[in-house]
């Protein structure tokens, strides 16, 4: 028997205004099984907690804790097996990119190319087109990918596009991240600049492999898009971002980071409530994976709504 998940609660922004439908939206790198079990190396993670007949409930638990209209996942390497029938029985309609050259792929025993899923309630959103985006660098083609959406939101009617990507890992890759954010930012300004209504509000989920004080963070934060990091309103300041959303030890030794963002665009949503993270103690001692939390990323979940446009009130 498991331990139990912590718990971790909502906490409502300053910004908040609880009186419009909320969209909850979940951003989370749910740990590819074949990097796991053959890559990562989480030297105080028992391997048996990796298992995934056991492990793929822990991940659909989290899911279901919060029942997200849109969840976002990085590190996909079961979707076609588990998670694209699982969540549709559950009520989501899905699209998945894989990576072209998943390391996935390099482990043996594994279940095919991890890559980026993108999740929405069938009952909340109607999907009006979808973009799988290569990313690229210095106008190379790099291996990360990026699955774009535009829905349509059945309770106001309104738009927007929502994105999930998996930036480049590891250190020395910091301009490289630069680039593909850039290119990211300019391929999604074209998306909206096609749309049919105008201003189609944004939101971007992903595993970006970047602190805050890295050039990619920096590109998003004063991009013209106009976008903001709803993690920041956890802070006292409403500026900062957590102080992790991944911790995990390897034989190189332990890592702690915030890594991953939820932005949207401020002109669009106000980011009413987000979910806590968990405390150290929480966490635990030999950081995550662990009997208590399938991935080494934390989810991030957040509630959002539709700033209302004075000719358009519901
Ligand atoms: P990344 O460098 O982006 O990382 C891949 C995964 O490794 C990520 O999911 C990342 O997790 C994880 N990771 C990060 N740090 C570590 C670490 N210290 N130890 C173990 N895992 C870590 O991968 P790429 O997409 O650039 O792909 C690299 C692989 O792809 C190579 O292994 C190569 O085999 C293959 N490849 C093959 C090509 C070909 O032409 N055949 C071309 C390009 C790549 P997280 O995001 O959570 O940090
Ligand atoms: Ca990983």
């Known amino acids: 028997t498991r331990p139990p998940r912590p718990h971790r609660d909502f906490v409502r922004t300053r910004a908040s205004a609880a009186h419009n439908p909320q969209i909850r939206v979940m951003q989370w790198n749910i740990l590819a099984q074949a990097l796991g079990e053959g890559k990562d190396g989480f030297v105080r993670c028992p391997m048996e907690a990796l298992n995934w007949a056991e492990r793929k409930y822990l991940i659909l638990e989290e899911i279901l804790t919060y029942r997200p209209d849109i969840v976002c996942l990085q590190e996909v390497d079961h979707y076609y097996d588990t998670f694209q029938p699982m969540m549709s029985s559950l009520g989501y309609q899905s699209s998945f990119c894989p990576k072209p050259f998943s390391p996935c792929l390099d482990v043996r025993g594994n279940n095919g190319p991890d890559g980026c899923a993108l ?126 959303t991944t911790w995990k030890i390897r034989p190189s030794g332990e890592s702690r980071a915030t890594l991953d963002y939820v932005w949207y665009s401020h002109h669009g949503f106000t980011a009413d409530a987000v979910l806590s993270m968990p405390t150290e103690e929480q966490i635990g001692p030999d950081r995550l994976p662990s009997y208590h939390y399938p991935s080494d990323h934390l989810s991030l979940v957040c509630d959002f709504s539709f700033i209302q446009e004075p000719h358009r009130l519901m």
């Open 119 to 244: 999740f929405f309630s069938r009952e909340r959103f109607r999907l009006l087109g979808v973009h799988h985006l290569h990313l690229s660098a210095l106008a190379l083609k790099t291996n990360q990918v990026a699955v774009a959406a535009t829905l349509q939101c059945q309770v106001t009617g309104r738009a927007l596009c929502v994105v999930v990507t998996h930036l480049k890992a590891r250190s020395g890759w910091e301009s490289f991240r630069g680039a593909q954010g850039a290119n990211l930012l300019q391929q999604l300004e074209a998306i909206l600049s096609a749309q049919q209504e105008a201003a189609v509000p944004l939101m971007v989920c992903g595993d970006f492999n970047a602190e805050p004080g890295e050039e990619v963070y920096r590109r998003f934060l004063n991009s013209p898009l106009g976008l903001d990091s709803a993690y920041r309103a956890l802070s006292a300041d409403a500026v900062t971002e957590p102080s992790y």
